[in-house]
């Protein structure tokens, strides 16, 4: 199947700095991927769709100033979280359709990045 | 907007025995409902979906069946394997720019 993959894999920083997390199709061109966040045992939360060469579609409740997506190219989507606090620690999970399967397109997920803001 | 609930939260079964993770959708635009199993710490792998023109699927040990007059959908598994506990989440979603929607996940406990 199709490789998404993530960087960093974990992250610690300090209250009010910003992080970017960089999510990659290795195999396959995506002009849209999705950013999800996921709470300990918790489900899939979309946060936004990133659209490649556009803005992004942010969900009802997510703050965009805060959660910074571009998609500058067809493989290379990054989240920043800025001026993070340590209600923002979570599992950022990103995923991108690929064409194929019974409904035109199979979703696939990166490994997830752990974020810890202390 | 579409919303997914998913029964029960939690399930243990003993080893060999069946599992039945169930779900509903509320958006009937939505067409395609796949089943993602997630392991602690992993990314959520497809493991088998379905579409709204089918009723019924089956994939080894793993079946989904889908009601979609009632808009439930649901997930059985077959002489579990303790290598099938983890998190499992149905999704529902449509054609073109739909997004997924996720339940809130069944953890899955297979007793050996």
């Known amino acids: 199947g199709a490789v998404v993959s993530q960087h960093p894999s974990w992250v610690i920083c300090k209250s009010g700095t910003s992080v970017k997390i960089e999510c990659r199709s290795l195999d396959f061109q995506a002009t849209t991927m999705f950013w999800y966040r996921q709470f300990p045992k918790q489900s899939l939360m979309l946060m936004a769709t990133?659209?490649?060469?556009?803005?992004?579609?942010?969900e009802q409740g997510v703050e965009k100033d805060k959660f910074l997506i571009n998609h500058a190219s067809l493989t290379l989507s990054t989240l920043t979280v800025t001026s993070a606090h340590p209600e923002d620690s979570s599992f950022y999970i990103c995923s991108a359709r690929v064409p194929g399967g019974i409904q035109g397109y199979e979703q696939y997920f990166g490994p997830g990045t752990r974020l810890t803001v202390t | 907007g579409e919303n997914v609930e998913q029964h029960p939260s939690t399930l243990s079964v003993q080893e060999g025995d069946s599992a039945v993770i169930k779900c509903t959708y509320s958006?009937?635009?939505?067409?395609?409902f796949p089943w993602y199993k997630q392991e602690l710490g992993k990314r959520p792998q497809l493991i088998i979906d379905i579409r709204s023109n089918v009723g019924e699927k089956k994939d080894q040990r793993i079946a989904v069946t889908l009601n979609k007059t009632a808009k439930h959908f649901s997930l059985h598994i077959t002489e579990t394997q303790p290598e099938d506990s983890a998190v499992y989440f149905c999704?529902?979603?449509?054609?073109?720019?739909?997004?997924?929607?996720f339940g809130a996940g069944t953890r899955l406990f297979v007793k050996a």
């Open positions: 958006d009937s635009a939505s067409n395609y």
């Open positions: 999704a529902a979603s449509g054609t073109g720019g739909f997004k997924t929607i």
């Open positions: 990133s659209n490649e060469g556009s803005k992004a579609t942010y």
